[in-house]
């Protein structure tokens, strides 16, 4: 591989190999979204608040993406300012909140390099009493998180 980096430029096996390698770096800094179904419930002790399903409640569900970037971190996910669960990759965790409008929030959690994470992002809400609403919490490459709704 050295040999195709710096000497062999014109060689397209080389051409090819050093693509390939470039396109694998990239793709690995990116995390994927994870389906509802799949996704790992997040364990009782994480869950902080909104636990409990009641009358003139809906449920947020959200899942956080799966992949490396963030992947040391936990992500805590707060609804209107108030840290309510705290996931890892691939999990999901599903809220009994006051139907209605609320502010839901992701910020990386932690000490050291997660606590330096970049500043909550927030989106507002609308979830229905009785009905599900779905959110996913992604990455992108530069480590910064988004919290939006989904489908998958």
């Not at 770096?25 to 902080?48: D, H, N, Q, W």
């Not at 609403?133 to 992108?140: D, G, L």
Request: glycine content about 12%; proline content about 5%; some cysteine.
């Amino acid at each position: 591989m050295v040999n195709c980096l710096f000497q062999r430029k014109d060689d397209v096996w080389c051409r090819i190999a050093t693509t390939a390698l470039f396109a694998a770096l990239v793709a690995g800094c990116a995390t994927s979204p994870v389906p509802t179904k799949t996704a790992v419930a997040v364990p009782p002790e994480r869950v902080l608040a909104y636990k409990t399903n009641s009358p003139g409640t809906g449920t947020l569900s959200v899942t956080r993406d799966s992949g490396h970037t963030g992947s040391l971190c936990s992500v805590g996910l707060f609804v209107d300012g108030k840290v309510a669960a705290l996931l890892k990759p691939g999990e999901r965790v599903a809220l009994h909140v006051p139907a209605g409008s609320v502010v839901v929030g992701a910020a990386y959690q932690g000490s050291g390099i997660c606590g330096m994470g970049a500043d909550r992002q927030e989106r507002e809400a609308i979830v229905m009493d009785g009905k599900v609403k779905n959110y996913r919490v992604s990455t992108s490459g530069d480590g910064v998180l988004d919290i939006l709704p989904t489908t998958l």
